[in-house]
């Protein structure tokens, strides 16, 4: 009996450390925003007003609607967009895309970047 127990103990164990490692990298981005929808049919999010997207490297994506495709890693940003990296570009726009697969930002329209400076001394 306990050489069972101990063989379902095992499997039980591996199946929770599977689960949860699919919890740690299924999402890329998270979304905030004042209206929320999901789709599940299409594996869609969809964002509106207000919207906020922080991917896993710290970029933070602002836009009015943003559209994320999950098995595509795919997002879709539209409406007064502004992107900020960890190196403090800026790019702002009225539409842009981000291809989370081939780490590549697309801008539509009206784009600008800008590079935000600090100044300081150390103590």
């Known amino acids: 009996m306990q050489i069972k127990n101990k ?5 039980l164990s591996s199946v929770i450390i599977f689960l949860l490692s699919l919890n740690i990298y299924a999402d890329e981005f998270d979304i905030s925003a004042t209206e929320i929808s999901i789709d ?10 207000n919207v906020e997207a922080i991917d896993s490297e710290g970029r933070i ?5 943003i559209i994320y495709e999950k098995s595509k890693e795919f997002l879709t940003a539209e409406g007064s ?3 900020l990296d960890k190196k403090n570009n800026v790019i702002e726009s009225s539409k842009a895309t981000y291809d989370k697969i081939n780490e590549l930002i697309s801008t539509f329209q009206n784009s600008k970047i800008s590079q935000i400076l600090f100044f300081g001394g150390v103590s």
């Not at 063989?7 to 499997?11: G, H, S, W």
């Not at 599940?40 to 007003?49: A, H, L």
């Open 81 to 83: 967009v502004k992107i």
């Open 7 to 11: 063989i379902n103990l095992l499997i």
């Open 61 to 65: 994506i602002k836009a009015d609607k």
């Open 40 to 49: 599940g049919e299409n594996n869609t999010v969809i964002g509106k007003g």
